[in-house]
């Protein structure tokens, strides 16, 4: 049996057993896609040509053009598909709470929360809160006291204090939060975190489990929390209103607040306790830290900034469709975002790979890569099909599209 197979079948199970009772809803009929390389697995009869049954109960066959790369839902061939990119995973656990996640989307989502969207931070004014030491200092905090709290339930209430000093630094990063930036993380909290708490609980982890993880933040000065951080605290929320043993998950859907549903039951201290609590969390070693950190990082939106605002970039005009990046190498400026690791495909075949970062303009109608000053130089339109290649990417584009310069820059657009 392959690995996918494997997978899809440790995922099923989980969906059998939970028989719908998690969210009210079952996800047991789930069609699961499995994306690798340039083959795609599937659950289910796609019903076209070229895709044929592997003797394992899936069916398999050619990535369609306008798949890009990663974990994703997406309709295609007449149904919605929950798609993994398995290979990524380095271990079984970790694949098989990424179906279970990608289920929650495919199912849960349209039917409870439809109204609730993964916010990107392009157009969300004070969405780089995240990379700024004010944001990241009391996320820091926020996660520790979340793990802490994780690790003692079942020890009757002794959770609840952490879980209190958790919402307390919550509510004290708010003080730097524009309105706008507090929705995206509240939202992004139930989009993705409800996603990722229904792998960790369908998979059986126990809430020590958890704790680990939620503490091991990803870290370094290519990372970014900006994106990334509901994978952590959204399932934490999760488990300790799990313990909280209220019906929280239908409440959620008129509420959409898990903070505001914990605080029903968990001390909420005065806000001017934050940064006393803060020092049995280590605050001053972290904001220590986080300062320089934050240095650091204006000098790399120093270089992006000039990356992407001169004149001579190519500004692809994609249609929003087959888009994937990494969560957490996600950078927002002034101009649009940076997605680092960066892929699109097009129906037609027109394809982007972007390793070293590509940017989404604000209204995100437009991708942008910077032009090398050998890149499209002569002003003439290549003759299409071709292959452009930039600092940190490459462009296959198909006779579908045009190439037309202005100025310096160039436009890739859909013919008309």
């Not at 009772?21 to 659950?43: K, N």
């Not at 994780?150 to 003080?175: I, N, P």
């Not at 000065?221 to 951080?229: H, L, P, Y």
Request: proline share 6%; hydrophobic share 40%.
């Amino acid at each position: 049996m392959t690995r996918f197979a494997e997978l899809v079948s440790t995922a099923r199970a989980c969906l059998v057993a939970d028989d719908g009772d998690l969210w009210g809803i079952s996800l047991a009929d789930v069609s699961w896609m499995g994306i690798e390389d340039d083959r795609i697995l599937l659950t289910a009869t796609p019903g076209r040509p070229g895709y044929a049954p592997d003797g394992q109960g899936l069916w398999s066959g050619p990535r369609p053009p306008d798949f890009a790369l990663g974990s994703t839902s997406l309709e295609w061939a007449g149904r919605q598909w929950a798609a993994s990119e398995f290979s990524f995973h380095d271990t079984d656990a970790a694949a098989v709470r990424e179906l279970l996640h990608e289920a929650w989307h495919v199912v849960v989502q349209p039917q409870l929360f439809s109204d609730i969207t993964s916010l990107e931070t392009t157009g969300v004014q004070g969405a780089d809160l995240l990379d700024t030491a004010n944001g990241r200092i009391w996320l820091r905090l926020e996660s520790v006291a979340l793990s802490r709290a994780l690790a003692l339930v079942g020890t009757d209430d002794e959770w609840r204090s952490a879980a209190a000093d958790a919402l307390l630094f919550r509510r004290r990063r708010g003080l730097h939060a524009t309105a706008a930036e507090a929705m995206r993380e509240q939202h992004l909290d139930i989009a993705e975190g409800m996603a990722e708490y229904t792998g960790w609980r369908l998979s059986g982890a126990s809430p020590q489990a958890l704790a680990h993880h939620v503490q091991d933040l990803p870290d370094g000065d290519e990372v970014s929390w900006v994106r990334s951080f509901p994978y952590h605290t959204g399932p934490a929320y999760g488990y300790l209103l799990d313990a909280t043993g209220s019906e929280w998950r239908c409440r959620l859907q008129i509420v959409k607040d898990l903070q505001a549903l914990l605080s029903e039951t968990v001390e909420n201290h005065d806000l001017a306790a934050a940064e006393a609590r803060g020092e049995a969390y280590g605050l001053e070693g972290v904001r220590r830290l986080e300062t320089a950190r934050e240095k650091r990082q204006q000098s790399k939106v120093d270089v992006l900034r000039r990356r992407f605002a001169a004149s001579r970039v190519l500004r692809i005009r994609w249609q929003r469709n087959g888009l994937t990046f990494r969560p957490g190498q996600v950078t927002p400026l002034d101009i649009g975002t940076v997605y680092r690791h960066l892929a699109w495909r097009s129906p037609d075949g027109c394809e982007l790979v972007a390793p070293g970062g590509a940017l989404l303009t604000p209204d995100w109608s437009e991708i942008w890569v910077p032009l090398d000053a050998s890149t499209l130089r002569d002003g003439s339109p290549p003759t299409l099909p071709t292959t452009l290649n930039g600092d940190g990417w490459t462009l296959r584009v198909t006779d579908a599209w045009r190439l037309r310069p202005d100025g310096d820059a160039w436009h890739v657009e859909p013919m008309p």
